[in-house]
């Protein structure tokens, strides 16, 4: 047997099989390469920091709206206004309730500022002044819810609740003022009282 046909047979079968393996051992040259894997699909993202306060406006503070609180003028006068047209519609009943409401009101208000006129007394003069004020204000409202609540204790024909708070109302007001002469009068007309004030030709 002639060797050469072997000896080309032998080299050419070498050469391919070596030609097969090449393109596996490339690709796992490439698989096994670092540099060349995949990134992970889910990489974790660095957190927003907070922005900083802006610390150059300064902070302002404003009184806050108080007109839908019922512990204030504006609560105490709509009860007055719910009282009257109760009145209006001779639902006593609910009238006196509304006054009762905004005579206790007031009345706590009235307190309130006392107690702050008091304690801003030799401190601020213009705060302890605006205190008095509204102590003053609110009181005589007070009165003035008090004495439509006795005339409502009138007409449903209550003397023994009205009496207690006219005599009320000339303690606060005394008899010389307009609403303690018009209490005053209320006693007499009820009999309560039987000296006339103020009298005529006193001298």
Known sequence: MNAAPLIRFTFLSLIAVLGLLSPAYAQGK????????????????????????????????????????????????RLIKESAQAVASQDYPLAAKKLQEARQVYNQLSSFYQDLNSSFAGI????????????????QKRDEATYQLALVH???????????LLVQIIKSQNPTRELGTKAYQQLFELGFVDVPFPRQGKK
């Open 30 to 77: 490439k698989l096994s390469n670092p540099v060349n894997q995949a990134k992970p699909a889910n990489q974790i993202k660095p957190t927003e920091q907070p922005k900083p306060i802006n610390t150059d406006q300064p902070n302002t503070l404003s009184p806050t709206g108080i007109s839908n609180n019922l512990l204030s003028i504006e609560g105490g006068d």
């Open 124 to 139: 601020d003069i213009r705060a302890a002044d605006a205190h008095r004020k509204n102590a003053l204000a609110t009181a």
């Open 154 to 164: 009138r007409a449903q024909n209550q003397p023994e609740l009205a009496i207690p």
